[in-house]
């Protein structure tokens, strides 16, 4: 075909076919190879079944990369190929792509992903009824819940799928299925439900023939584990070896070793020929067995004693378990993780019941019985280590029934072996002791002195209830807890620490009516509440009732003699932690509100207008004592009283506010003391002042003084909201009244010099417009009188009458050089930024000395330029920096005396005042050996319009010795530098000279 010449349609499909041909005889790089190559040679064309084609090519490439183990290739091209067929709604095919799209999530752990599309792909291929994607997607169902330990609901998919299958001639997916179910059934009921299963499917297995490793033949290693045939085991592994090794399933295979290695306690061994097992799973990216032999470690490092190992491997598991939802085997490392826990001295034994009880509800659900049956056998051993007799006995007995039930209709030898490696002839539980549980430690008084002497040197409430949580989650692993004091009691308010129980549950009528008894009691109550056992602690000493302390279970055991012995010592420390806290409370409420009046009177100083200022007052008050209400009443114009300032406690502005006592206010207007009434109803004293009634009432109400007089009325209460209770705290109240006062006063005092500075301001732009105005209309007459002069210096005139022409020539001259001044200055104040671009140094400041030389030769003035090698270009805008610097070279010209010498120079920074920003800079300097500056004229020479010396004292004239304009120049180059982003200063001594050097950015 290709020698032919073909079609678009006919080559994509050549191409297809041509790569499932190498495919198929193992060239599968060159089948990808050739695809790569083709795609980006196929020319667009719009046309359905050249769409279809097309994703067919995709779907093709996308199958030989996951062959390959490139899941992210595989999954792009499967993407592609779902685009494009959504895109013609190809839907005799979505089906199948739904599930490889699923397929390549399921490899990657992604098991949510999977579901999904295999969902997609089975609503699809049902609409169209496509028999072999049903069964497919029936089929990725199962082995989706499979890794997710959902055994049932994947029976369930996988029955569907086989019934299916059964009904077509098509049985491509039989074996799989068949192979999935025997996973499936393997975990669930009992052992017969697998057994048979695997009798009617393949009966010669249970005769010990095979033929080839599939995952069927894997199940039944593990059955044979489970029940504890382990020669049988040893004896199979080592009369197929050849056939693992040739099927590659060297994983499989080691993983047996190692288990054999396991339960023979060989722990060493076993470690190694897992480790063997690993590396293949790495190989193959299986992260299903990677998390599985994860487990396996932790066993063999719990069976070794190696407890931090094990956690170490049971972590990487759990990680695994968890991104990828491997439920079932998470449920598994749970259980191990708590066997590692029972060697901890330090963990509390109710924690590990706690957690082998929630696992046993979800796999008593899920069927799984073999977790359940090894949940019973744990339970037992705890509860009979803790002489808890019942329980021991009652969980024994159902770890027997299990046991029993897990091997009905079994042969005799396959149930003989489980029952006696399981110590099913156990009469008496005591006897059952096939896991270690450590002694668990006794708390030593003396022990517990040192922790509470250190808790008690914590200053920070929040760390001291973290250790106070961690000493009882460390003696008794409570399911919830909680430290209620008694104000918390009688207010039901947060309490002061709980965990794992709400505020609702907590003060309910039960827990109130326990926790009141056991305070006035001061005797330990226990209770059970529901399923809970909980104990009530009286928090108190002698007379002092400082609260309570509640810690419950989930059910799992009374609390035991030793456990109340514990409390018994324990409430005493915790009460005298508690009434430390308490002075450490009030302490830090006091720092609280300093802080709190530090940072507002920084932004009251900062607020410098009257009625903003008044604002931010009220709202700071009405958060600093917990009002409702808050009020700045002061006087009008009229001398009449009038809130200006009115607001609720969410600082919304009221637009009525009735019942203000007046008779407060008239008080506080008269005696100018501030009066705080806490319950109003409760003050003998003011009652006459109470011009309304209220059940309870707090009012607050002071006067604002700025400079010895009344500025208003601050009036705050908690009308319609008795619940927030004010704290009024007089000693931080006098603080913030004395802030509010010098931060009006700064208002006040701003306010005047605002006005002034506006008059200022006025006068200033006033002479700026006249400046402007001035400069432009002078423009006009001055280019007349200069061209009517020059005519007048051409016609024939007396010398007398031709010097006085000259004069007024020289004065046109200073006239036009003042109005050029004054122009730049202007233009340049008023921009903030200026076009800039590369310029040449050396042709820049060569311009500016030829320029300089012409102007001045008539004083034989010498001009030298001096330019270091190798300078960058520089970015500066050209107008404006020339005028700078010629500015600055005429103003030498002009205040150095005939045959002086003027320099123009360019160099790299050398001095760390002339960086900028701490980097290297460009220095521009003109230098002079003239008449120089007196020291106490340098700070204002920038200042505009200033001038050096007497100013009757100047020449006339451009360039004559101290001639000078307006005093513009050097302030007009200050603007011009600043927009460079730069920096200019002077070095002068009066009489012997003047540098002024400019320094701006290397770009």
């Not at 990808?32 to 083709?38: A, P, R």
């Not at 040197?457 to 004091?485: M, Y």
Request: aromatic fraction near 12%; charged fraction near 30%.
């Amino acid at each position: 075909m290709e020698n032919y010449e073909l079609t678009d349609y006919f080559e994509i499909q050549f191409k297809g076919l041509k790569s499932l041909l190498l495919f198929s005889t193992g060239k599968v790089t060159e089948a990808i190879n050739l695809i790569e190559d083709y795609l980006p040679e196929i020319k667009s064309i719009n046309d359905p079944n050249f769409f279809i084609k097309l994703g067919e090519l995709h779907n093709y490439l996308a199958v030989f990369y996951h062959k390959q183990k490139q899941l992210n290739e595989a999954d792009k091209n499967f993407q592609i190929t779902r685009r494009i067929w959504e895109k013609v709604n190809y839907k005799q095919k979505l089906g199948k792509i739904y599930n490889n799209i699923g397929d390549v999530a399921l490899a990657k752990g992604d098991t949510k992903t999977a579901l999904e599309y295999f969902q997609k792909a089975l609503e699809i291929s049902e609409q169209v009824n496509s028999k072999s994607s049903i069964i497919h997607s029936l089929l990725n169902h199962g082995e989706a819940y499979i890794k997710l330990g959902q055994f049932d609901l994947s029976e369930q998919y996988l029955t569907r799928a086989l019934n299916r299958t059964l009904e077509t001639e098509n049985k491509h997916f039989l074996n799989s299925i068949i192979n999935n179910l025997a996973i499936a059934k393997s975990r669930i009921h009992n052992f017969y439900y697998y057994f048979s299963f695997i009798k009617e499917n393949v009966p010669e297995l249970i005769e010990g023939k095979i033929e080839q490793v599939n995952p069927l033949i894997k199940t039944y290693f593990y059955f044979l584990f489970n029940i504890g045939d382990f020669d049988k085991i040893e004896s199979l592994t080592t009369q197929y070896k050849d056939i693992f090794l040739e099927a590659k399933e060297y994983e499989f295979y080691y993983q047996m070793l190692g288990n054999l290695h396991l339960k023979r306690e060989e722990f060493e061994k076993a470690v190694e020929t897992i480790e063997q097992a690993f590396k293949y799973t790495q190989q193959t990216q299986s992260v299903y067995a990677q998390a599985i032999n994860y487990i396996r470690f932790t066993e063999c490092y719990i069976g070794s004693g190696d407890y931090e190992k094990a956690l170490e491997m049971s972590q990487k598991a759990q990680i695994l378990c968890e991104k990828n939802n491997f439920i079932y085997w998470q449920k598994v490392l749970k259980i191990r993780q708590i066997r590692v826990q029972l060697l901890d001295e330090k963990i509390n034994l109710r924690k590990p019941i706690r957690e082998l009880l929630e696992i046993l509800g979800f796999v008593h659900t899920q069927k799984m019985f073999l977790l359940e049956i090894e949940i019973y056998e744990i339970l037992t051993q705890i509860y009979a280590n803790l002489k808890a007799e019942k329980r021991a006995g009652f969980y024994f007995r159902k770890y027997k029934e299990k046991l029993k039930k897990s091997v009905i209709d079994l042969p005799e030898n396959e149930k003989e072996i489980y029952l006696k490696k399981n110590l099913f002839y156990l009469d008496d539980y005591l006897k059952l002791d096939t896991i270690k549980i450590v002694p668990r430690l006794d708390e030593d008084v003396e022990n517990w002195q040192e922790e509470i002497y250190d808790i008690l040197k914590l200053k920070e409430i929040n760390r001291i209830k973290f250790f106070i949580d961690k000493k009882i989650q460390k003696l008794f692993s409570p399911f919830f807890s909680a430290i209620v004091l008694t104000d918390e009691i009688n207010n039901k308010s947060k309490p002061f620490f709980s965990v794992n129980i709400n505020e609702k549950k907590l003060y309910s009528a039960r827990y109130l009516e326990n926790m009141d008894k056991c305070i006035e009691t001061n005797q330990i109550l226990q209770r059970k509440i529901g399923y809970a056992h909980i104990v009530f602690v009286p928090l108190r000493i002698k007379a002092a009732k400082v609260g309570c302390l509640i810690i419950a279970d989930k059910g799992e055991l009374d609390f035991q003699k030793a456990e109340i012995e514990i409390l018994k010592i324990l409430h005493f420390h915790l009460t005298s932690i508690l009434l430390r806290i308490k002075e450490f409370d009030t302490l830090n409420k006091k720092m609280e509100l300093m802080t709190k009046l530090i940072n507002i009177t920084q932004k009251f100083f900062s607020i410098l207008d009257i009625e903003k200022l008044e604002q931010e007052m009220v709202i700071f008050a009405l958060d600093f004592v917990g009002a409702s209400r808050g009020f700045l009443i002061k006087k009008d114009k009229f001398e009449n009283y009038v809130f200006k300032v009115a607001l609720d406690e969410s600082k919304h502005i009221l637009d009525k506010f009735t019942f203000i006592s007046k008779g407060v206010l008239s008080e506080i207007q008269k005696n100018k003391q501030p009066i705080f009434l806490q319950n109003a109803r409760n003050e003998i004293d003011f009652e006459e002042y109470l011009d309304f009634g209220a059940e309870f009432l707090s009012v607050y109400c002071a006067p604002i003084i700025v400079e010895n007089e009344v500025h208003g009325f601050l009036y705050l209460d908690n009308f319609n909201a008795p619940k927030n209770r004010m704290e009024i705290k007089p000693e931080f109240m006098k603080l913030l009244l004395t802030q509010i006062s010098v931060a009006i006063k700064n208002a006040n005092q701003y306010e005047v010099l605002r006005k002034k500075n506006y008059e200022i301001n006025a006068l200033n732009s006033l002479k700026n417009d006249f400046i402007n105005i001035v400069s432009h209309e002078f423009k006009t007459p001055l280019v007349s009188l200069k061209g009517n002069v020059n005519r007048l210096k051409k016609s024939k005139i007396a010398k007398t009458e031709m010097e006085t022409i000259q004069k007024i020539d020289n004065s046109l001259e200073r006239l036009n050089m003042i109005e050029e001044d004054i122009i730049n200055f202007n233009k340049y104040k008023v921009v903030s930024k200026i076009s800039k671009s590369p310029v040449d140094l050396k042709e820049f400041l060569e311009s500016i000395a030829e320029e300089a030389k012409s102007i001045s030769k008539d004083r034989h003035m010498f001009i030298k330029l001096e330019l270091e090698k190798s300078l960058p270009s520089a970015l500066l805008n050209w107008e404006a920096f020339r005028l700078m610097i010629f500015s600055l070279v005429l103003n030498s010209i002009r205040f150095t005396k005939d045959f002086g010498t003027i320099i123009i120079g360019a160099r790299r920074s050398a001095f760390a005042k002339e960086e900028i920003d701490d980097k290297e800079s460009l220095i521009f300097y003109v230098q002079d050996d003239g008449i120089g500056i007196p020291e106490h004229e340098l700070e204002n020479v920038f200042l505009k319009f200033y001038e050096l010396t007497n100013i009757y004292s100047h020449s006339s004239g451009y360039t004559e010795f101290r001639s000078s304009g307006l005093g513009l120049g050097l302030s007009t180059a200050k603007l011009i530098v600043e927009l460079h982003d730069g920096k200019i200063w002077i070095n002068s001594k009066e009489n012997e000279g003047t540098t002024v050097f400019v320094a701006i950015p290397i770009k």
